[in-house]
């Protein structure tokens, strides 16, 4: 079994794939801003939305499929895995012409007839939704050789194919600049980027993994395992569709494209901090999998406990800074910035922390294979956000008013999941308190105020953020190394740091 050393090598792995995607990501986003202007780029983030909202059945399945594969692989049954991997081409390729056709019947309506937007950027909008659709249909037949991938833990060619498409993306957005029919243009050639990765993943697992050679496997009580427990992570990523990928609906219906611009600068900002936690997390996953199946409660727990922890106290490392003086860093970062971006950033960053939470428990739930009463209660609680947003707007309320309906979302939705972790392990509320919420809390609070009451006396200047990211990193880290961490996870961390500084000597 993969151990605490196979995780931190992974982990590496992806943090040198996320720190590179980070600063190109960011770079090109400023590019593809100023090249399609305020207005078009509100409109590709609303319709590229409503499309890539249907890749929730290729995180879903991919989720789905990599469980069975490590259970099988924790078991020796190599056998098995490749039967696996057959029936799950054979479903995903079933779903992704269903995707296909309504994603079409439905993005067609949208853009037609509800959507708010010049009148003559529609057909326009329309082949960035039949691109996107497209892209998306392969991407969910391809992801299955992605769930065998994270799978086997080959971390080190996820990285590479993460950097090849962020530098990808980056060519497309300098291109885009000096072409006709901006819009157009970059949406399909983000398609030809999006795709590039998959097609290479593809071919490297049909060369190196005996299980992708396809056979003819069929066995009733495994599909109907597989299609039932996939049926689940569905049915909860439809939910997270219609509130995610709705309420940007929402926006646009009540306060235009420019509205959807601001969310889609947030969203970048969003995406960029949220790999640091959930490069992290990659590397974990398959690893509670596999202990649950191997039956060590214990170190499931510890490692639920664990993961959580460092996933949030990651996030914190560059929330911070940025929430203390997202004023300046959008306009440093930005030539024009769309009303709203500032608190829109905020309260993407503090419904991410939230959000996170929910990463390792859901993941130990899914892989006990218990998924029907966490998702048929945790996200129809979180689906009340949709309403109550739309009543909100329909108020009066501010655009950033969706945001308190998706925390309370989400934070019902974690409350729900580990009330099911707690039957099939021995994790308790008191337990996860104190390890986990007490922690977080004291680490949260002392370096928030502390950075708070330091930012209100530095200057809002370049040299300003400087001396505020400088000082942010290690308070941040010390509170966390000091108030957050146990003996055992302290131990661990020195251990990897005296590690690396081993090899950087070397």
Request: charged share 15%; with cysteine.
């Given at each position: 079994m993969t151990r605490p050393g196979n995780i931190a090598r992974n982990t590496l792995f992806l943090y040198i794939r996320m720190f590179i995607t980070l600063c190109v990501t960011l770079f090109t986003s400023r590019i593809v801003i100023g090249a399609l202007g305020e207005t078009d780029y509100g409109i590709y983030n609303v319709v590229a939305g409503v499309s890539t909202s249907f890749v929730f059945f290729s995180s879903a399945l991919s989720t789905s499929t990599q469980r069975f594969f490590n259970f099988e692989m924790e078991r020796g049954t190599p056998q098995r895995v490749r039967g696996i991997f057959s029936m799950s081409l054979f479903?995903?390729?079933?779903?992704?012409?269903?995707?296909?056709?309504?994603?079409?019947?439905?993005?067609?309506?949208?853009?037609?007839?509800?959507?708010?937007?010049?009148?003559?950027?529609?057909?326009?909008?329309?082949?960035?939704?039949?691109?996107?659709?497209?892209?998306?249909?392969?991407?969910?037949?391809?992801?299955?050789?992605?769930?065998?991938?994270?799978?086997?833990?080959?971390?080190?060619?996820?990285?590479?194919?993460?950097?090849?498409?962020?530098?990808?993306?980056?060519?497309?957005?300098?291109?885009?600049?000096?072409?006709?029919?901006?819009?157009?243009?970059?949406?399909?050639?983000?398609?030809?980027?999006?795709?590039?990765?998959?097609?290479?993943?593809?071919?490297?697992?049909?060369r190196h993994y005996p299980e992708t050679r396809l056979q003819w496997f069929w066995e009733k009580g495994l599909f109907k395992e597989m299609f039932g427990f996939t049926g689940w992570n569905v049915y909860g990523s439809v939910i997270w569709m219609v509130n995610e990928q709705g309420i940007s609906i929402l926006l646009n219906l009540f306060f235009g494209p420019v509205v959807n611009a601001a969310r889609g600068v947030a969203t970048s900002v969003n995406n960029a901090v949220n790999n640091f936690s959930t490069?992290?997390?990659?590397?974990?996953?398959?690893?509670?999998?596999?202990?649950?199946?191997?039956?060590?409660?214990?170190?499931?727990?510890?490692?639920?406990?664990?993961?959580?922890?460092?996933?949030?106290?990651?996030?914190?490392?560059?929330?911070?800074?940025?929430?203390?003086?997202?004023?300046?860093?959008?306009?440093?970062?930005?030539?024009?910035?769309p009303e709203w971006t500032v608190p829109f950033v905020i309260w993407t960053l503090v419904y991410t922390m939230v959000n996170s939470l929910n990463n390792p428990t859901y993941t130990a739930v899914s892989a006990t294979g218990h998924l029907?009463?966490?998702?048929?209660?945790?996200?129809?609680?979180?689906?009340?956000?949709?309403?109550?947003?739309?009543?909100?707007?329909?108020?009066?309320?501010?655009?950033?008013?969706?945001?308190?309906?998706l925390i309370a979302g989400r934070f019902a939705f974690f409350i729900v999941t580990i009330s099911r972790l707690r039957r099939y392990s021995s994790v308790t509320y008191r337990d996860y308190l104190l390890k986990i919420g007490w922690p977080v809390f004291r680490v949260l609070a002392v370096s928030g105020v502390t950075m708070y009451l330091l930012n209100s006396i530095v200057p809002q200047n370049l040299a300003g953020l400087a001396g505020v990211v400088l000082c942010s990193l290690p308070v941040s880290a010390a509170c966390a190394y000091v108030l957050g961490l146990s003996a055992a996870e302290k131990s661990f961390a020195r251990s990897k740091i005296n590690q690396l500084i081993d090899k950087f000597r070397r």
């Open positions: 479903i995903y390729g079933t779903l992704a012409l269903l995707v296909l056709a309504a994603g079409l019947s439905l993005g067609e309506w949208l853009v037609s007839d509800k959507l708010v937007m010049p009148p003559d950027r529609r057909s326009d909008a329309y082949i960035v939704l039949i691109s996107m659709l497209l892209s998306l249909s392969f991407m969910l037949v391809a992801s299955v050789y992605e769930s065998l991938l994270v799978a086997r833990e080959n971390m080190k060619l996820y990285a590479y194919l993460g950097i090849a498409d962020a530098f990808g993306k980056l060519a497309i957005a300098i291109a885009v600049i000096y072409m006709p029919h901006k819009l157009v243009t970059y949406a399909i050639l983000m398609v030809v980027v999006q795709l590039l990765p998959y097609v290479i993943m593809v071919l490297y697992c049909r490069q992290f997390f990659t590397a974990v996953r398959p690893q509670i999998v596999k202990r649950y199946a191997a039956g060590e409660d214990d170190s499931l727990k510890s490692l639920v406990y664990s993961s959580t922890k460092f996933t949030i106290f990651l996030l914190w490392l560059l929330c911070l800074p940025i929430m203390l003086r997202t004023d300046y860093i959008m306009h440093l970062w930005l030539k024009s910035v029907r009463y966490s998702v048929l209660v945790g996200s129809n609680l979180f689906l009340l956000a949709f309403p109550l947003s739309y009543a909100a707007l329909k108020l009066g309320a501010p655009p950033m008013a969706v945001y308190p309906m």
